[in-house]
C-alpha cells in the first residue's frame, strides 16, 4: 500500500463530490496533473502548501482539516505552533506594505485569487508583489469592508474641506 494513499483516497473523494475535474483543481491550486496523480494514489507525500490550499479551495471544516493534515503526516499542533511562531517573529509594525498598481482577480467555482502586480523594471513589466486566495464569501465580505471603509475616508474628507472653507472664509 501506498504510503499516502488514505490521503489521496479523501481527496479524491472530495473531488468527486464537488464534481471538480483533475484539470479544474489542478488549475486552482497551480500544479500539474502528474504530482496531482502521484499524491491521488498516494505515492506523493503533500507539501504543507498544498494540504492548505486543498482545505481553502473545497471549504473544509476544522475536522476534516484536521483529519487531512494526520493523513499528510503533519501534526496540526505543531502546524499551529509554527503559525504563531512565524506571527510572533514579524510584528505587524514592521511588515512591510508591497505597493500595487494593477490587479489581476481570478473566480472559479470554488474561490477567487487575486495577483496584487506592480509595473517595475526597464520594460515597465507587472511583476506580481502579493497573491491572496479566499472563498467567495470571504471575497464578498471584503469588498462590503473595503466599500465601507472607503465611504466613510470619503464623508471624513467632506467634512474636512468643509470645516477648512468655513475658516478660510471666516478669516478673510
Not at 508591497?98 to 474561490?111: K, S
Not at 472563498?135 to 469592508?145: D, G, L, Y
Request: proline fraction near 3%.
Amino acid at each position: 500500500m501506498a504510503p499516502y494513499n488514505k490521503f489521496g483516497q479523501v481527496l479524491t473523494s472530495l473531488r468527486r463530490k464537488y464534481h471538480v475535474s483533475k484539470k479544474e483543481f489542478c488549475s486552482a491550486l497551480e500544479i500539474n496533473e502528474e504530482l496531482l496523480s502521484d499524491i491521488e494514489n498516494g505515492n506523493e507525500k503533500p507539501s504543507e502548501e498544498f494540504v492548505e490550499q486543498m482545505i481553502s479551495h473545497f471549504s473544509l471544516d476544522d475536522n476534516l482539516a484536521e483529519n487531512l493534515w494526520r493523513l499528510a503526516g503533519f501534526s496540526q499542533t505543531e502546524k499551529l505552533e509554527e503559525i504563531i511562531a512565524q506571527t510572533a517573529l514579524l510584528p505587524v509594525n514592521e511588515l512591510k506594505v508591497p505597493y500595487t498598481d494593477m490587479v489581476h482577480v481570478t473566480v472559479n467555482n470554488y474561490g477567487v485569487v487575486l495577483n496584487f502586480m506592480q509595473h517595475s523594471g526597464p520594460q515597465n513589466q507587472p511583476i506580481v508583489v502579493s497573491r491572496l486566495g479566499m472563498s467567495k464569501e470571504h471575497a464578498k465580505s471584503v469588498i462590503e469592508v473595503l466599500a465601507r471603509t472607503l465611504a466613510t475616508h470619503n464623508q471624513q474628507d467632506q467634512k474636512k474641506n468643509l470645516l477648512l472653507s468655513d475658516n478660510s472664509e471666516t478669516q478673510a
